[in-house]
């Protein structure tokens, strides 16, 4: 498909038939070969009836996008919505006929469908929509398209979306036949951070066959070299930002994965091998709460998480409980056994919901509120999940400082973690400290596994790829210490991201490992050591 | 393969000394004491977080002495035994051990190796070893890899550890766990294993804390027997101890990490401020 | 005996147990469908399962106690190459049968293996193909992503020879790998989009096992469409598909031999079997099962087994390998699958599939018919000399 | 020095090792000797188990050297065995000759990368003599180096248990790694040939089983002899008191270094014995569960033992392969509640019930 | 208020309490004595029930408490500054004090008394220092603080002035002194330093191998009879 073409012919008819308004329903002839299987016939009527521009077109087209445009065996194509059928050969809806079956969408006709929607949304009511559209055009304009872009900039109110068409039209203008236009389009893309332009820059300063430059103009290509080198600046401090995005992103992660370790292993010595389950039985409560607001409550399905959380912390608490009271509390001062133990907790509760649900993975799908992603800087897309992740992260790191270090029950926690004979003759019952400890750091663990859910798989094996990681934070950050354990996640999150792109993803996980040996050597206690004769 | 040095042989040990590793070597017999003195502490300061536990302490002590070191709680005896041994770092000053070691650069084991032994404030044995092992841990030998794999325990080791066994009366228990002693017991093994090492320089932190007036009274006796043999330093608050062993020999009191008055036991005693802050009225 | 054993090596735990315990229960399904129509050659089968755990070693040892202390007659099982390669010395040794039913690089052939998956040619090349054709967008830009290992590192280093032939200039290829098991695809789905800015650009995936979710995860958040830049896999189907929301994923492509939604009576009655079986066996999850390629392979592998051992009267190793060349079966792709007479490879049919919204794969593209399988790539120097056993 | 040796052990667990180590060696001896089917005979794969278990013990043993004696719980042990395995392995890859896939002499996966020739760190890995060297330093230098510093840095406890794990688990990375040379994921496999005999002979493997029969009673009566030194109690004091240990006099580092240096090499060892007769050396060896699991080994059987872990290695394999092939889908519930009633009712391992049993028989 | 009767405990196989028997009353001070090793510290962790009793009983107002669990006895009115301080290392000394406080409901348990600045003044200028840093005398003035800061009925002092200097013990003195005078609590004193017990008890016991071999008012303390168990 030719995307000038198409909007030549889109354009053309837009502009006539815009003052009409008409109201005209589709003839069958132009329906019919979407019905078909003939891709090139397919597409030449989805552009013609992108050229009708009546309300109607636009139904069809987004119809073909979302999947809802259904065909008979014989030829007829409706548009199917919420149990109703519009025909739109009549205009008429009814019922949706017998034998009707979706349409087959390839990326190829979507392709054409989205630019000639395109053009309908760029004079769309919706402004987001408009600056969706905006956008779209921004990436890839050529000149056939310029008389609708100076027609939307001109009706254009929003300034953001004017910066996007303006830049569009410079696009659109790099291959205009007269050089000062050129020139001035290249200039204006000096403030652009689209990739894409690139290589259409980089081609102007190319020589051809015949030894000249494609760009015959000196003045063009002068300042092509600076719009380039102005983009190249731009993409590469995005890139940081990104890097450090990418970075805070993969920390959060690490650190919601080992925050539960850092109580159950940090202050209890409970070498929690089973941890990586508990974000496990985390995950899989998200996914069950998601269920449940699929059958019953369909309409609200988006917050599900709200249920989730509180549930993932009960249930992975109340896990965490029970493997307190019948294993773990045989086994304090005996930090290796506890070991050997929740190794064979961990085999069982993979085994267990292996049993239950599966050894496939399940699928647990981002609330609509966290798809998606919002983009900075012109073309950093932050995605909704990380950024409420981040978020997340740190109001779960509050949280935990706060019971810590400003109540009693986190006094007595660690009073008991550090001394359980004391603590018991001054009066505490060890036995309950112990208990709402281990079932706090589960807890916590359930709320990282609410976390990873949205993030990636979640399957039997989830806790076995992030029990490795979670042990090397905590004891990077120094066992007992919460803020080590932040600093530790984040900065081998950052450190891993500036790498990777340098060194590839494996290599780059080698050499934070490798970094975390020699950072041990000139730290053994772990970045917040416990200084002083306290620490023996 | 001797496993104990002759009289007279020693190993180098100049070399390792800086870094923070070296093959455990005997000490050297002879430490150069020609200027009569086997320790020296110049302006120690050690300083934790800004606190200062010891500022700008200064103590000589001389061959044979036998020093009694007392002070409040909190006066900074134990990390000044800390500094000595190794165990910590002073923020700035000087020690020397006799006219050629500088224990500011050097590791513990070899602090140990090079004749200072102490015993701590809190009683730490091997509690897993027998008392009979501990003594032999403990006990004068080249302490590298290859002697301790080879070693065996000759008539005359077993007669050293037998008396000294006898002498801190824990013959009948030579083969329990040291971890079973009561507190008292491991305080006399710890004694016990400071003697089978042989230093010059002994370091006894409260060395009767928890003893009964007895037995406190027969630490006093051993400590008489030690003197002139070795070098002694004790800490202690027991004052009838103190007075027991300091005889007419010096007495220091530190307060706040400097030395507050030195002198006879005496003097010490009647001194207005040592009152003050430490003996109470 | 009055049974023929028949040994099932998949792995129930561990890692791969995500992929391989779908097909040990097909074919235990397979198995009582052969018993319910009276077995092969009047004896029922009985199946002997065993779980090596994701652990190579172990199935080297697991296999080597099917065939010598169970004494079973053949093998079904293994998924990844690792663990093939680590079982065939086994076979070897101890004359006895495996049928393997993953799609694979090929680069080997084995008398002791029957091949039911799909060889490079039968997968990876029609596929790259089709995307560089105008229905398939057109990409001229190639970014070969996979799983560090020797499936995927074969697979691209046939594929970079194969555009090479179709004139793709290096710098237009770029190639990635990740280890088992990762989970962060945030940089690797920024450097594809900036790679993309240079020209049309798709992503051949051939990352394995369970980084399959945060990479598409992370690909639908970042706005990366099927549209811009398509991504086809060859590792993913209808089981891995049941564990992501597919809804940001409309659009992205897998090349297999068999889809779930392949249109034909014996695929309809494969899936209607299936459905029932999990239901009666109470599998987890049995309202959702699907159906997907290795399980087709595995479902035909059992039964050409058993025609053959039919028409070789024996279960002797030698003589079933000899009855398998040439034998054919209806199979739920919609064509008669042949055991070729020399490669033991199956002529299959190749099939481009899109994503849809409720996690199936709507077909786009597929061969006329079944084709050859070329297990010595053409795109490998060396290799033309290298046909038959 | 005879005397020295029988005093090693108590008179019946000295009977008790010699009838294990007997009973063992006969195995391989009734498979030779006896055809299938008669009832005195031993199935091949059977003997491959057990030779199997010898090697997993020899790695326990090596542990428990390190962990029940001197305190240092490494969870990388596993990295060792798989550099023993790679070394010997290396030597069988090019053992195979041109009778690989592509018949050339590199072995497949560097054909198959396009390599010219063997990379450096291959050379003279076609001498098994010089292999077998590897088999001893590859192991040996890599611990020592990472010992020195990490003992050096007096990095204890928690603290060095993972960075073991860390290091482990790099080693893993790297070597699955295709460009690093060692076959990636697949590791090296198919071996044809060890010093010109075939690897599948019955006989070979028999030699090969009985060659590690012996190297386990070797390594037990060496481990046993340094424990029951006198440098055995530096290392219990080293596991108890390291910095009392100091102020005695002693450098702890170089005690440490031994004995980790020493139980790399032989878990070296049981790596390079374990290859030919598994048939497969892959990076999931050096993966951190497997190192786990080697703890797990010397726990169940009671640490600090010696015997103990050599008999946790046969009883946790024994169970697992047992559990895996009779109640596949089942036998993880069994072996995790194995571990966990272990920890829970025997502390001191199965050699610790052992111990309570005659106890408790001797007050009766 | 504190009734011990024929309590007997065993290390594995040693029996290191035999047939002990002791009674405490209000506002009373008893002094244990024995040498080292005789079974002092193992008598009063019996008493705070931090080891099982192989048999007799522990009863406390009549109440018997032999299978209760150390914090339920703490909850009871007992306190106990054992031999070898036990500090919260890791914890400020403020916390460790805060500690004290456990036995008590939370809104009761919201400040530290001055009081106990008074009686040791040291811990004021060190509030904010962990616990395990302190000097070995520091750590035991917080110790008894800490026991003191709990109200107790019953306070059980395992050799309270090891390590303390002259000073300081004459002022621990000083509060046992006081609080017997005050004479709502019962005192339980194990102590190596004769002077010091004596100038302190009411009464006195002596243990030898795990037996009372000797009991009576303080005025007996001095007799021959009783120095005997104490002599090496
Ligand atoms: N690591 C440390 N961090 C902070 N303060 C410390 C540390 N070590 C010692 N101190 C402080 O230094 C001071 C001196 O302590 P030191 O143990 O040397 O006293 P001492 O004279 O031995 O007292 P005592 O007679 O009670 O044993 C004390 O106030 C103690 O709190
Ligand atoms: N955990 C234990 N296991 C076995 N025996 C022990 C244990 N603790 C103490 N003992 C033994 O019990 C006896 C009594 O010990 P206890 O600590 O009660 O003595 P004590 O009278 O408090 O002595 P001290 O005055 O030295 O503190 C001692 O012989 C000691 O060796
Ligand atoms: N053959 C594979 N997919 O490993
Ligand atoms: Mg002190
Ligand atoms: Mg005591």
Known sequence: MNPMKTTKILLALLLLLQALGAQAAIEAGLLKPLAGDDPDARIESVNKIAALASDDAYKVLSAIKNDALFATPDGQVFVIEDGKAFDPATGKTGAPPDGADAITVNNRLRGAVEAALSGFRLLSKDPNERHAAAEAMQKNADPGQLPLIRQALAKETD????????????????????????????????????????????????????????????????????????????????????????????????????????????LMGIINMAHGELLMIGAYTTYVCQLMFRTYFPGAVDWYLVTALPAAFLVAAAVGIALERTVIRWLYGRPLETLLCTWGISLMLMQLVRSIFGAQNVEVANPSWMSGGVTVMGSLVLSWNRIVIIFFALFVVGAVWLILNKTRLGLFLRAVTQNRRMADCVGVSTGKIDMLTFGLGSGIAGLGGVALSQLGNVGPDLGQGYIVDSFMVVVLGGVGQLAGTVIAAIGLGEVNKFLEPVAGAVLAKIAILVFIIVFIQKRPQGLFAMKGRSAE | MNDVLKPGQTYDSKDHAEHGFSYGRPKQDGVDTTHGAILYLEDITVSFDGFKALNKLNLDISVGELRCIIGPNGAGKTTMMDVITGKTRPTSGTAYFGQTFDLTKMTEYHIADAGIGRKFQRPTVFEHHTVFENLELAMKMNKRVKPTLFFRLSAEQRDKIDAILKLIRLEGHHHRPAGLLSHGQKQWLEIGMLLMQEPQLLLLDEPVAGMSDAETERTAELLNELRGKHSIVVVEHDMAFVTEIARDGQVTVLHEGSVLAEGSMQAVQANERVIEVYLGR | ADTIKVGILHSLSGTMAISETSLKDVALMTIDEINAKGGVMGKKLEAVVVDPASNWPLFAEKARQLVSQDKVSVVFGCWTSVSRKSVLPVFKELNSLLFYPVQYEGEELEKNVFYTGAAPNQQAIPAVEYLMSKDGGGAKRFVLLGTDYVYPRTTNKILRAFLKSKGVKESDIDEVYTPFGHSDYQTIVANIKKFSAGGKTAVISTINGDSNVPFYKELGNAGLKATDVPVVAFSVGEEELRGVDTKPLVGHLAAWNYFQSVKNPVNEAFIKKWKEYAVAKKLPNANTVVTNDPMEATYVGIHMWAQAVEKAKSTDTDKVIAAMGGQTFKSPSGFDLVMDKTNHHLHKPVMIGEIKPDGQFNVVWKTKGPIRAQPWSPFIAGNESKQGM | MTSSFSSLFSRPAWAGILACAAVLAL?????????????????????????????????????????????????????????????????????????????????????????????????????????????????????????????????????????????????????????????????????????????????????????????????????????????????????????????????????????????????????????????????????????????????????????????????????????????????????????????????????????????????? | MLQVEALNQYYGSSHTLRGVSLTLKKGECLALLGRNGVGKTTLLKCLMGVLPTAGGSVKLDGRDVTRLKPHERAGLGIAYVPQGREIFARLTVEENLMMGMAVKPGRQATGIRGEIYELFPVLKDMLHRRGGDLSGGQQQQLAIARALLADPRLIILDEPTEGIQPSIIKDIGRVIRLLRERGDMAILLCEQYFDFAHELADKFIVMSRGEVVASGAQADMNNEHVKRHLAV
């Not at chain 1, 910066?163 to 696009?171: D, F, K, R, V, Y």
Request: one cysteine or more.
């Open chain 4, 27 to 364: 195995l391989p001896i009734l498979n030779l000797s006896f055809p299938a089917g008669h009832a005195l005979h031993v199935s091949g794969y059977t003997v491959a188990l057990v030779g199997k278990f010898m090697c997993y013990a020899m790695a326990a043993l090596a542990l428990d050297l390190v962990w029940g004696y001197t305190g240092i719980l490494s969870l990388g042990h596993g990295v060792f065995f798989a550099l023993g395995g790679y070394a010997h392995g290396m030597y069988l890859m090019r053992a195979i000759g041109h009778d690989g896939v592509y018949q050339s002499n590199l072995p497949d996966f560097m054909v198959f990368l396009d390599w010219k020739s063997y990379p450096w760190y291959w050379s003279f890995t076609d001498h098994f003599g010089f292999a077998m060297l590897l088999v001893v330093l590859a192991p040996g230098l890599l611990a020592f180096a990472f010992g020195f510093f990490a003992f050096r840095s007096r990095i204890k406890g928690v603290y060095f248990s993972i960075i073991t794990q860390a290091m482990t688990f790099a080693f893993m990375l790297l070597f699955f790694r295709n460009n690093t040379g060692f076959g990636g994921n697949n590791g090296f496999t198919d071996f044809k040939r060890i010093l010109g005999f075939t690897i599948t002979a019955p006989a070979t493997k028999a030699v090969l089983y009985l060659i590690t029969l012996a190297a386990l009673l070797g390594a037990l009566l060496l481990c046993r002899w340094i424990v029951t030194s006198k440098l055995g109690r530096v290392l219990q004091a080293v596991r108890d008191s390291e910095s009392r240990l100091m102020f005695i006099g002693y450098n702890p580092l170089w005690f440490k270094l031994f004995v980790w240096t020493l139980s790399a090499v032989l878990c070296g060892i049981a790596g390079a014995l374990y290859v030919p007769q598994v048939g497969i050396i892959n990076p999931s060896e050096m993966s951190p569960g497997n190192s786990i699991e080697m703890v797990i080994w010397a726990a169940v059987g009671g640490r600090g033992t010696l015997l103990g872990p050599i008999i946790g290695a046969f009883s946790v394999n024994g169970l697992k392969s047992w559990f895996t092939a009779a109640f596949p889908d089942l036998w993880l519930y069994a072996l995790g509640a194995i571990f966990i009633l272990v920890t829970l009712f025997l502390p001191q391992g199965i050699l610790g019930l052992v111990d309570r049993f005659r106890k408790s028989k001797e007050t009766a």
């Open chain 1, 159 to 266: 300034p953001n979306i004017k910066a996007l068409l303006a830049m569009a039209e410079a696009t659109a203008n790099l291959q205009s036949p007269d050089a000062a236009a050129r020139k001035a389009a290249v200039q204006a893309l000096a403030d652009s951070s689209n990739a894409n332009l690139k290589p259409v820059l980089a081609q102007m300063l190319e020589k051809n066959g015949e030894g000249s430059y494609n760009e015959p103009d000196e003045g063009v290509r002068v300042a092509a070299v600076a719009t380039i080198s102005a983009i190249n600046a731009r993409l590469a401090r995005t890139e940081f930002f990104g890097n450090l995005f990418y970075g805070i992103s993969l920390g959060s992660v690490l650190l919601l994965a080992a925050l539960g370790l850092a109580i159950t292993f940090g």
